[in-house]
T-cell receptor
Framework: QKEVEQDPGPLSVPEGAIVSLNCTYSNSAFQYFMWYRQYSRKGPELLMYTYSSGNKEDGRFTAQVDKSSKYISLFIRDSQPSDSATYLCAMKTGSARQLTFGSGTQLTVLP | EAQVTQNPRYLITVTGKKLTVTCSQNMNHEYMSWYRQDPGLGLRQIYYSMNVEVTDKGDVPEGYKVSRKEKRNFPLILESPSPNQTSLYFC?????????????FGAGTRLSVL
């Protein structure tokens, strides 16, 4: 069983929809949780960063962490065609430098 | 502009022919890392380096070598490439200060081994 599970999609939504992307994990030592966005033919770029449980909002994006359920989510409100990308969750323990990534969810927002 | 630069972006080679993929960062980061990305498997770490002359294996190091002779450069070496090393490779770097370890990625190198 992988340490981090992520539904690969693909996920296709109409413009303006609310998108929910999710990851589950098995290692209870993970404390830092990230979402990376990867456009086609590009490297991943950091989108959201959260520490421990709770919500974090940045514009149209909200990252949510539920450590009791070992479940993290990324919500995108008022989705735009420019949001079309692969979204990767990543996480790490407190002291480690190494990140553990999910396999990524491919999202397409249709105009 | 802060960036991680990988070269080449695309490479087709044959089994057994040694190759090197270069990686350079201009952010004075201590930590550098190589990943491979395969469909359904996500990003898997090959090797990482926490500073000059300090390297260590990641999750999938077999068939790869690295070196860190200078802080800015972290080349990935395939001494005898095989078809199962056909993949998309990413170099990343981050600062060692603080706990966050926000990694900055290069644009990727798509390697095909025939």
């Amino acid at each position: 069983q992988k340490e981090v599970e992520q539904d690969p999609g693909p996920l296709s939504v109409p413009e303006g929809a609310i998108v929910s992307l999710n990851c589950t994990y098995s290692n209870s030592a993970f404390q830092y949780f990230m979402w990376y966005r990867q456009y086609s033919r590009k490297g991943p770029e950091l989108l959201m960063y959260t520490y421990s449980s709770g919500n974090k909002e940045d514009g149209r994006f909200t990252a949510q962490v539920d450590k009791s359920s070992k479940y993290i989510s990324l919500f995108i409100r008022d989705s735009q065609p420019s949001d079309s990308a692969t979204y990767l969750c990543a996480m790490k323990t407190g002291s480690a430098r190494q990140l553990t990534f999910g396999s990524g969810t491919q999202l397409t927002v249709l105009p | 502009e802060a960036q991680v630069t990988q070269n080449p972006r695309y490479l087709i080679t044959v089994t057994g022919k040694k190759l090197t993929v270069t990686c350079s960062q201009n952010m004075n980061h201590e930590y550098m890392s190589w990943y491979r990305q395969d469909p359904g498997l996500g990003l898997r770490q090959i090797y990482y380096s926490m500073n000059v002359e300090v390297t260590d294996k990641g999750d999938v190091p077999e068939g790869y070598k690295v070196s860190r002779k200078e802080k800015r450069n972290f080349p990935l070496i395939l001494e005898s490439p095989s078809p199962n090393q056909t993949s998309l490779y990413f170099c990343a770097s981050s600062s060692m200060s603080g706990a966050k370890n926000i990694q900055y990625f290069g644009a990727g190198t798509r390697l095909s081994v025939l």
